[in-house]
Nanobody, 116 residues
Framework: QVQLVESGGGLVQPGGSLRLSCVAS????????MSWYRQPPGKERDLVAS???????NYADSVKGRFTISRDNAKNTVHLQMNSLKPEDTAVYYC??????????WGQGTQVTVSS
């Protein structure tokens, strides 16, 4: 099974920045669509950003212009650069790897807290 290891979460003040990273095992990373989801307390898990194997990106409206997703195929790593963070960005952020509609893998989640 594919394993995803996330890092970079933590506590940051409003307006600050964090950079999340997710390292995937296996050789399927290069052809997979990688995504970041988040789940605020008491709410459902929603897509934040995604990037395909061809580097096509997609962002939720709430993070456009503030977040940037990127991938490094040589390192099997996807990043989420988060700038101008707001309290409403507080959530558990999950890394997702998808190779088809029938195959997807999830990281363990990393907590991001935006508070003064």
């Amino acid at each position: 099974q594919v394993q995803l290891v996330e890092s970079g979460g933590g506590l940051v003040q409003p307006g600050g920045s964090l950079r999340l990273s997710c390292v995937a095992s296996g050789a399927i990373f290069r052809i997979a669509t990688m995504s970041w989801y988040r789940q605020p307390p008491g709410k459902e898990r929603d897509l934040v950003a995604s990037i395909t194997g061809n580097n096509r990106t997609n962002y939720a409206d709430s993070v456009k212009g503030r977040f940037t997703i990127s991938r490094d195929n040589a390192k099997n790593t996807v990043h989420l650069q988060m700038n101008s963070l707001k309290p409403e960005d507080t959530a558990v952020y999950y890394c997702n790897l998808r190779v088809s509609t029938f195959s997807a893998y999830w990281g363990q989640g990393t907590q991001v807290t935006v508070s003064s």
